[in-house]
Every structure is written in structure tokens, then in C-alpha cells.
């Protein structure tokens, strides 16, 4: 799974550190000074390391909690991100993150303390409830197994019901959530694309079917549920493609039961865009036609009004109140 | 072109007795006798003996990455082989290393891993042979300097260390003889081999786009481009490669378009018409 695991010195005694290293006795186990120096070496590729990644185990310092880029998420309150881990096992093509990090290794923050007293200060600083979003530099349950990430935040959560958590995931590791009762305040926000660009751009990532199937047991055991069809990527017969989807899915959930749907197109920072296209110049997706606005990159549409297509389709499923666009 | 081998592996060993049983079996011809003894084959394979120390280990990388003129800015794999001392590491042991750390600048270097590398571990690159293996790890004399050079010029992931044990608290340095080092060495090579069919799979990917652009510029040699339309040209390349529409671009090319401004706009203008 790892090629090696390096631990920061300042932590390779922890309790946590020890539980996550104990099954991987097989793999080189490497004791780093801070995590920087594996992970924002200059001269990494991204592409190659993505091959064979490392995980590297770390303890993260200054702001832990951070204010929610505008337009991300659904209204209810200010938002915030905190980002316990950086990198994600899978391998979607579109992925921001391609473009944002030198080195595709997994680092795993593990000083969960400090971000619950964080998450808590932001939480008690607030009127009102407030909205923590993970999974914004990873995918929070991908790594489950080794991370314990749900055992512990949701149970901050739990003690904290003015916090609203939305776990964004593409993942279909969700144990942990149906072996523990659901807590009204957390939602599971599962990504989607049209089966088309699924197989096209989400490498690694768990089938459609296999996700719905997830969604239905999660919703099951009465868990909020939302989905996100991001990052709209368009494509001829785009309507058509997301019909399909749009059925699939709407058809095995329970859609009075679902706390929100969004829609976004593919949009990358300029910056991001230039690094991924110098990992990945044979790669049909970025050798199409793009706009820039405002420093975003995204594509040009292939139809007419795509989205506002997309936007009014999609209605005609759920509710006015329960869709948001992100923008 | 130059040749149809798309990728070099560097190998740097410091002594030629290190070295023998490496040139037998890449089947490596010698090449060059200074300032560098260098070998090499057709499978773009080189191997230069750079001496003993982190710093002519690092000279010897200069000089063999700078050596071809490498204008097409094709990656290269680099490889250092040698022999090590380890406290209690039996003899014979071979193992990729996973962590160098320069006794002298205090500087630590992490070299990538595969996942099938199981045997690994830290070395520290010392200026004088070590008899006391302070430390729980590895003793050599090179990779330091192997490694800070070859990261200058080279992918990280496309750098890796090999050393074989020859001396540890029971069989002390005094105890190594040339028919030793060839016995080790022989022992490295099936470390080696996955190595360098694991580098060429990572040259094959990184240097894909690049044959590709020069190919396609050897097409329009004939036209002048600035720099800039130089990289706007191959940006236009990559696309139609990358949209699987390489044998329009090849007709394109050999319609004979006399500046470079006409060709730029006729590529961008067929590239518009997306198909999907
Ligand atoms: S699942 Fe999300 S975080 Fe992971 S690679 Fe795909 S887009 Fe990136």
C-alpha cells in the first residue's frame, strides 16, 4: 500500500503513531525531521511518485482550522476546512491537487488533539452553528483503515451539535460510520461523475454503483447524505450522460432524506493548470479548449448553456431549497 | 536525431574492482579513459568510475550529465552502486537505501522507494573509512555526494543508492579483498536489474512527450520560431497527440507552410474543432 512511511522524530513515539505503523511491519519505516523536507523537496514528480506513494506521518502546526474558500458549500453558517491529511489514494485526472503539491505522498497529520481544540475554539466563536468541511486536501474516509479519522472527529462532532461536519468523499469505506450510530450534524457528501468521465478521469476510484450502494446503507442506518456532481467536465451528450446518473442514483435514494445536492464545473487556478499539464501532457482532458476568468481555469463548454441544462434537470429531481451551485 | 534511445541510466561506482561485474553484465564497452574512465552499451546504459569521496562522486555526475549535451532535456535514471559498512549487517547483504545523511554538512537526503522494495535501509556518508559503525545504519563514502549532484540534474524518483556490505564489527575493512568486492558486487546485481527496468518504465513515461516534440520538429525544421512560438508549437503537439489526432498533425506539418505565424494559427484553428 505505502512504499515507505516516514515518521517525523518529534512523534515516531505516540500511541497513534505506533497503532498506525503496527500492521505495515513489512514496509520501510523512515524517520524524517520535519515533514517538509520529504514532502516539499524540490525536483519531485508528482506523475511517477503517484506510482508508488509514501505516507508520511506528521505533526501540523499553526492554523488548523482555516475560513472556507467563497462559494465552497452549502449556506447554514460560516465555513471552515481543516486538513488532517494531505493526498489522496486515488487518482482522479481533474484533481486540484495534482497542481497544488510537489509530491504526491499521503501525509497524515496526527496531533488530532490540537485539531479538536481548534475545531472547538472555532466552533464556540460563532453564533450559531458553523460548517467544517474535510476532505478539501484529501479524501477523509479513503484512508480510513489507517487513519481512524471518523472514530475520532465524529465524536468531537458529537460532543459539539453547533459544529455541522461534511465529510467529502469518494469513497466507499464507510465501516466505521455504519458500526456507530449516525450523529444529526455530520453529513457524508459523496462526489459523482457521469459513468463517461468516471472511468475516463477517477482512477482507483470505487465504481458508481459500488458508492450508491454505500450512500443506500449509510442513508439506511440514517446518516445525512448529500451528493456532488463535481467537477462537471463537459462532454458531448453531456445531459444525456448525467440523466443516466441522475437516475441511478436518485432512483436507490431515498431524495426527501438528502441534506444537499450541488453542481460545479471543472475550474483549476492557473497556476495549478500549468504545473498538471507539464505532469501530463498526453492527457485528452487538458488538450482541450479552456477559458481563464478571474486566475480559474475551466473548460469551454461543448454545448450550449450546459450547466444551466445540467441546473434544470436536476431540479426536476430535488428540491429548489436542497440544490446549491458552487462556484 | 542522435540515436533512437530515449533514456539513459547513469551508473557511478567509485572503484573499477566495484565496477567489473557490472560492465560484464550490461555488456558496457569502455567509452572514455579521462578525465573519466566511462563505459557504456547501445541500451543506453553508461557507467563512469568516479573514485572514492562524496565529492568526486559528485563531479563524476557533472560531468557524465553534462557529457552527451543533453539538449533535448530527456530524463535520465542514476544509479550509485557500492560498498558499504554496517555494524552487524551480515556480509552480503544488499539493500536500496532509503535515507542518506552526510556525516560532514549534516545534510540528509531521502531517496524515493518502490513499493516492492522490501530491503532498505539508512546509510551515512562518511569522509574517512568507518571502523566503529557508530550508528545503527550503513557506512559509505559516496552516495552523499551522489545524491545532491544527481538531484540537480534529475527527477528524485529517478535517483537510487544500492550498497552491498563488506565490513562490519566482526569483519573489519582490512578484511576486504578484490575477490571480495566482486563477490559482493555480483550480489547487487539482482537488486539492480528490477531497478533499472523499474527506471526505465518512469524515462518511458517522462520522455514520451519529449521524443514526440522532436520528432514532430524535425518536420518544420525548415521554419524560424522565436522561443516563445517554439513552446506555443510544441504545447500544440502535445494536444494533438494527447486527442489522438497525431496523423492529422503529421499532414498538417507537411503542407508546407512557410512561417511560423501560419502554422501556429492552422494547428490552433484545427484543434478547435474538437472531437470527442
Ligand atoms: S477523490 Fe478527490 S481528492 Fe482524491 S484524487 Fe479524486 S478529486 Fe482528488
Not at chain 1, 478539501?136 to 487513519?147: G, R, T
Not at chain 2, 567509452?31 to 562524496?54: C, D, H, Q, W
Not at chain 2, 551515512?124 to 550508528?135: C, G, H, N, Q, S
Request: include cysteine; aromatic fraction near 12%; hydrophobic fraction near 40%.
Amino acid at each position: 500500500m505505502f512504499s515507505a512511511i516516514y515518521i517525523e522524530e518529534e512523534i515516531k513515539d505516540w500511541d497513534r503513531v505506533k497503532e498506525i505503523v503496527e500492521p505495515f511491519s513489512n514496509v520501510p519505516q523512515i524517520i524524517c525531521g520535519r515533514y517538509g523536507e520529504v514532502f516539499n523537496r524540490t525536483n519531485q514528480n508528482f506523475r511517477i511518485q503517484k506510482q508508488t506513494p509514501a505516507l508520511i506521518l506528521a505533526k501540523k502546526y499553526g492554523n488548523l482550522v482555516l475560513q472556507a474558500p467563497s462559494g465552497y458549500g452549502f449556506e447554514g453558517g460560516q465555513s471552515f476546512y481543516f486538513s488532517h491529511m494531505l493526498n489522496c489514494i486515488y487518482d482522479c485526472r481533474y484533481c486540484f491537487l495534482q497542481g497544488m503539491y510537489r509530491s504526491a505522498n499521503y501525509v497524515l497529520f496526527v496531533n488530532y488533539d490540537d485539531f479538536k481544540s481548534q475545531i472547538e475554539k472555532s466552533i464556540r466563536s460563532c453564533d450559531g452553528n458553523s460548517i467544517y468541511y474535510s476532505g478539501y486536501d484529501c479524501d477523509s474516509l479513503a484512508l480510513e483503515p489507517v487513519s481512524y479519522f471518523c472514530d475520532y472527529f465524529l465524536r468531537v462532532f458529537e460532543e459539539n451539535p453547533s459544529g455541522i461536519l461534511e465529510i467529502r468523499t469518494k469513497s466507499t469505506q464507510v465501516r466505521a460510520l455504519l458500526e456507530r450510530p449516525p450523529i444529526p450534524n455530520c453529513i457524508i457528501a459523496m462526489s459523482f461523475s457521469p459513468q463517461k468521465s468516471a472511468l475516463l478521469f477517477e482512477h482507483k476510484v470505487p465504481s458508481i454503483q459500488k458508492r450508491i450502494q454505500a450512500l443506500e446503507k449509510l442513508q439506511a442506518k440514517g446518516w445525512k447524505i448529500a451528493i456532488r456532481f463535481e467537477p462537471v467536465i463537459f462532454e458531448n451528450r453531456l445531459v444525456e450522460n448525467y440523466k443516466v446518473l441522475f437516475e441511478q442514483i436518485f432512483d436507490s435514494l431515498d431524495v426527501h432524506q438528502l441534506h444537499s445536492v450541488s453542481l460545479g464545473e471543472f475550474r483549476m487556478p492557473k497556476a495549478y493548470y500549468k504545473s498538471v499539464v507539464k505532469l501530463y501532457p498526453d492527457e485528452e482532458l487538458f488538450a482541450r479548449e479552456t477559458k481563464v476568468e478571474g486566475g480559474m481555469i475551466s473548460l469551454k463548454d461543448t454545448g450550449t448553456d450546459s450547466l444551466r441544462n445540467l441546473e434544470d434537470m436536476l431540479q426536476t429531481y430535488v428540491s429548489h431549497e436542497k440544490y446549491y451551485f458552487c462556484g | 536525431m542522435e540515436s533512437n534511445i530515449h533514456f539513459s541510466i547513469n551508473f557511478v561506482v567509485a572503484h573499477k574492482l566495484e565496477a567489473k561485474p557490472l560492465i560484464r553484465h550490461f555488456n558496457l564497452k569502455a567509452y572514455t579513459e579521462k578525465p573519466y574512465v566511462i563505459f557504456k552499451n547501445e541500451n543506453g546504459i553508461r557507467l563512469i568510475i568516479s573514485g572514492m569521496g562524496a565529492s568526486n562522486a559528485s563531479n563524476a555526475v557533472r560531468y557524465i550529465s553534462e557529457l552527451r549535451g543533453n539538449r533535448f532535456g530527456y530524463s535520465e535514471g542514476w544509479i550509485n552502486v557500492g560498498i558499504a559498512g554496517h555494524r552487524d549487517l551480515e556480509l552480503g547483504t544488499c539493500f536500496l537505501v532509503n535515507k542518506i545523511s552526510s556525516k560532514k554538512t549534516k545534510e540528509v537526503y531521502y531517496p524515493s522507494l518502490s513499493i516492492e522494495a522490501k530491503n532498505t535501509e539508512g546509510l551515512i556518508t562518511v569522509d574517512r573509512p568507518e571502523k566503529l559503525y557508530a550508528d545503527d545504519e550503513a557506512y559509505d563514502m559516496e552516495a552523499a555526494g551522489f545524491f545532491k549532484a544527481a538531484s540537480m540534474c534529475s527527477e528524485l524518483e529517478l535517483i537510487n543508492t544500492i550498497k552491498v556490505i563488506s565490513d562490519n564489527e566482526t569483519s573489519s575493512i582490512d578484511n576486504i579483498t578484490e575477490k571480495l568486492i566482486e563477490d559482493l558486487m555480483l550480489r547487487t546485481l539482482s537488486v539492480i536489474d528490477p531497478v533499472v527496468s523499474e527506471l526505465e518504465k518512469k524515462l518511458a513515461i517522462l520522455n514520451r512527450v519529449l521524443v514526440l516534440e522532436n520528432n514532430f520538429l524535425e518536420l518544420v525544421k525548415s521554419i524560424h520560431f522565436t522561443v516563445s512560438q517554439r513552446n506555443q508549437l510544441k504545447r500544440l503537439f502535445q494536444r494533438f497527440d494527447a486527442m489522438g489526432r497525431k496523423n492529422e498533425l503529421s499532414r498538417i506539418l507537411n503542407c508546407n507552410l512557410v512561417s511560423a505565424d501560419q502554422l501556429l494559427l492552422k494547428l490552433s484553428d484545427e484543434l478547435k474543432r474538437q472531437v470527442q
